[in-house]
Each structure stands twice: as structure tokens, then as C-alpha cells.
């Protein structure tokens, strides 16, 4: 597995691997399906990207990592996303994302990463659990389009804690 940085020519399979996490469902906030514009503004070359990882083998992406400022957040807050593929969770890649993803939060000097994740989330509590993020905020009535309500979780980790 090689994990890089994410390049623009990597935005329409990282859409790809996004847009069918969101037809799962259960597993993003995201409801709405991106094309390879909206991820390459939003995770590899807009203003508000920190940085992009993506891990890979001979198969193809197998996840990405994202972090990127958010305007709700102190300055030196970075925000976290991450997507795997379902049928490769569990191999690694998101430990092998993390690493990179924390080496630039302390290169860049921020003091904390935030993670929010659906309430309904498992997995996804459970991974940025695993990486030491703790629940630090709560949103109990955080409502999908659909009108489900799922809830949400900030969880935070402090990037000079390890």
C-alpha cells in the first residue's frame, strides 16, 4: 500500500470511491453525490485544503483523507474526513492516512483536529476513536434530508497529545 498525496488527476476516482459511499448511506454526513470538480475544490487544491492523502496498491484508491479548514473552527483547528472503501476497511489504510494526515497538523503548527460523524456512524466513531479522538460536543437532533433523525458527534484530537 502507498500512501501520497492527492494530485487533481486523482479527483474522479475519489469521487468515484465518495459517491459510492453516500449511495450506501450510513456512513457520511454527505447525502448528495460529488462530481470530481466539487472534490478536487474541496479536498485537494481549494483555499481551505490543508492537505489530501490518498492510499493505494495495485488494485487502485483505496481511501482518502482530507483536512481542510472549517470557518466554524479556531484557526488552528484542522477538519478531518475520511473514505475508505467498504470492501477494504479494516486493511490499515486508515491508520496509514491518519499518520500522514497528523504529520502535516503538526508541520502546519494547528493544535487540534475535529472529526464530526453521524450519530449513526459506527465504524466511523469507532475509527477516529481507535486514533484518540474523544467526544468533546454532542448535536442529538442532527436530521437527514430524509427527516431521520441520527444525531451527531464532534470528536477532537489534540495534535501535541502524541
Keep these: 500500500m502507498i500512501i501520497r498525496p ?3 488527476t486523482d479527483a474522479a476516482a475519489m469521487s ?5 459511499i453516500i449511495r450506501i448511506g450510513g456512513t457520511t454526513a454527505h447525502e448528495v453525490e460529488h462530481d470530481a470538480g466539487y472534490v478536487e475544490a474541496h ?7 490543508i492537505c489530501c492523502h490518498l492510499a493505494e496498491d495495485d488494485s487502485g484508491l483505496i481511501g482518502f483523507q482530507s483536512l481542510g479548514r472549517n470557518a466554524a473552527l479556531a484557526d488552528d483547528w484542522g477538519d478531518i474526513g475520511s473514505y475508505v472503501n467498504p470492501d477494504r476497511q479494516r486493511t490499515g ?3 496509514a492516512l ?6 502535516v ?4 503548527g494547528l493544535v487540534a483536529i475535529n472529526a464530526t460523524i453521524r450519530g449513526d456512524n459506527v465504524p466511523g466513531l469507532g475509527y477516529y476513536s481507535r486514533r484518540g479522538f474523544v467526544d468533546y460536543a454532542h ?3 442532527y436530521r437527514l434530508k430524509d427527516g431521520r433523525v441520527v444525531g451527531r458527534v464532534s470528536k477532537r484530537f489534540e495534535v501535541s497529545g502524541v
Excluded at 468515484?16 to 459510492?20: I, V, Y
Excluded at 479536498?43 to 485544503?49: A, D, E, F, L, Q
Excluded at 491518519?98 to 504529520?103: H, I, K, S, V
Design 139 to 141: 448535536d442529538a437532533a
Design 93 to 95: 489504510a486508515g491508520a
Design 105 to 108: 497538523a503538526r508541520a502546519k
Design 16 to 20: 468515484d470511491l465518495q459517491n459510492r
Design 43 to 49: 479536498y485537494i487544491t481549494g483555499p481551505g485544503v
Design 6 to 8: 492527492a494530485l487533481p
Design 98 to 103: 491518519f499518520a500522514a494526515t497528523l504529520a
